[in-house]
């Protein structure tokens, strides 16, 4: 998320509340996180495990819970709770704003384009020519529907990342200030869920094709011309490429690739990155191909052993 105004590192420290090491007068111009920092942005890290990561990455502002050697070039944000503090800064420069109406006034939605009664258009989304949003439908604050989209029955595009810090007294939520982007020529069935990015953009590619019933992760990238069918569900900061086809009631964890062409069949347990152009099966999913010989082999397994009896 890029700030309204570039702001310098002083006021940010003022505004959490914290010390900061750099030049006061040090650019801030927006905030993310690792996975998609660009110079000029904050970003947090609160664990021992990351600090390298997040010092080296492309973020130039490094709000942090230990006092370190400051890299060249950059702004450290020392604070005693990074998590609680980025959430500050999300309230501070992207707060909740209730709508008065079922379609906001700041939205702007294309020419030819329907929205069915009871469908909910949240502030600054942005719909497209010739879409069809029917009722039921809500589309949070900030989206961006591209031209000739269908959005079907009970879907809701935008809601709150699954991302939280658990403490002694239960779970903090680390709050969303992202978007949900759909290009030109998406459907999308009914009753689906796509959760908008914590800073930045959870999208669904060009042409790509949703069934009903499936669940979008945070950050989430998918490609063009994917289809991803029911009750599918794929977790935050994955990245499907082009021409991906997901089955039925496959399950995908976070922060992986499938790469182009890849065919996942029903029911499969996606657990780490899958090369493209290749067809998968079980959990964790493996080549189908290697999977069906093995389930064959096991079948032939009693045969075998009355084969051995016989010989002795």
Same mark, same amino acid.
């Given at each position: 998320?890029?700030?309204?105004?570039?702001h310098?590192?002083k006021?940010?420290?003022?505004?959490?509340?914290?010390d900061?090491?750099?030049?006061?007068?040090?650019?801030?111009?927006? #905030?993310?996180?690792?996975?998609?920092?660009?110079?000029?942005?904050?970003?947090?890290?609160d664990?021992?495990?990351?600090?390298?990561?997040?010092?080296?990455?492309?973020?130039?502002?490094?709000?942090?819970?230990?006092?370190?050697?400051?890299?060249?070039?950059?702004g450290l944000?020392?604070?005693?709770?990074?998590?609680?503090?980025?959430?500050?800064?999300?309230?501070?420069?992207k707060p909740?704003?209730?709508?008065?109406?079922?379609?906001?006034?700041?939205?702007?939605?294309?020419?030819?384009?329907?929205?069915?009664p009871?469908?909910?258009?949240?502030?600054?989304?942005?719909i497209?020519?010739?879409?069809?949003i029917?009722?039921?439908?809500?589309?949070?604050?900030?989206?961006?529907?591209?031209?000739?989209?269908?959005i079907?029955?009970?879907?809701?595009?935008?809601?709150?990342?699954f991302?939280y810090?658990?403490?002694?007294d239960?779970?903090?939520?680390?709050k969303?200030?992202?978007?949900?982007?759909?290009k030109?020529?998406?459907?999308?069935?009914?009753?689906?869920t796509?959760?908008?990015?914590?800073?930045?953009?959870?999208?669904?590619?060009?042409?790509?094709?949703?069934?009903?019933?499936?669940?979008?992760?945070?950050?989430?990238?998918i490609?063009?011309?994917?289809?991803?069918?029911?009750?599918?569900g794929?977790?935050?900061?994955?990245?499907?490429?082009?021409?991906?086809?997901?089955w039925?009631?496959?399950?995908?964890?976070?922060?992986i690739?499938?790469?182009?062409?890849a065919?996942?069949?029903?029911q499969?347990?996606?657990?780490?990155?899958?090369?493209?152009?290749?067809?998968?099966?079980?959990?964790?999913?493996?080549?189908?191909?290697?999977? #069906?010989?093995?389930?064959?082999?096991?079948?032939?397994?009693?045969?075998?052993?009355?084969?051995?009896?016989?010989?002795?």
């Amino acid at each position: 998320m890029k700030f309204p105004n570039p702001h310098t590192l002083k006021q940010i420290a003022q505004l959490i509340g914290c010390d900061f090491v750099g030049s006061d007068d040090f650019p801030v111009l927006g #905030m993310n996180e690792i996975h998609v920092v660009e110079p000029g942005d904050i970003v947090f890290v609160d664990h021992p495990k990351y600090y390298d990561k997040a010092l080296n990455s492309a973020a130039t502002i490094i709000l942090i819970n230990k006092e370190v050697a400051c890299p060249e070039g950059k702004g450290l944000l020392i604070s005693d709770d990074p998590f609680r503090d980025f959430n500050k800064l999300t309230d501070s420069f992207k707060p909740f704003k209730a709508s008065p109406s079922h379609i906001s006034d700041s939205a702007i939605i294309g020419a030819n384009s329907v929205v069915q009664p009871g469908a909910f258009i949240g502030h600054n989304v942005v719909i497209g020519a010739n879409c069809i949003i029917h009722a039921h439908v809500s589309i949070y604050d900030d989206a961006v529907i591209g031209n000739h989209v269908t959005i079907h029955s009970g879907t809701v595009l935008g809601a709150n990342a699954f991302y939280y810090k658990k403490r002694p007294d239960g779970f903090d939520r680390l709050k969303s200030c992202g978007r949900v982007v759909v290009k030109d020529h998406v459907d999308i069935g009914a009753n689906c869920t796509i959760d908008r990015g914590v800073t930045g953009d959870t999208t669904i590619g060009e042409g790509s094709k949703l069934d009903n019933q499936i669940q979008i992760g945070h950050d989430t990238v998918i490609g063009k011309k994917c289809l991803i069918a029911s009750q599918a569900g794929i977790a935050g900061c994955v990245i499907i490429e082009d021409e991906v086809t997901i089955w039925g009631q496959v399950g995908c964890t976070s922060g992986i690739t499938i790469h182009k062409n890849a065919v996942v069949h029903a029911q499969s347990g996606i657990s780490k990155s899958l090369e493209g152009n290749k067809t998968y099966w079980g959990t964790p999913a493996q080549e189908a191909r290697s999977v #069906m010989k093995e389930m064959a082999n096991i079948k032939r397994i009693p045969e075998i052993l009355q084969f051995i009896k016989t010989k002795k």
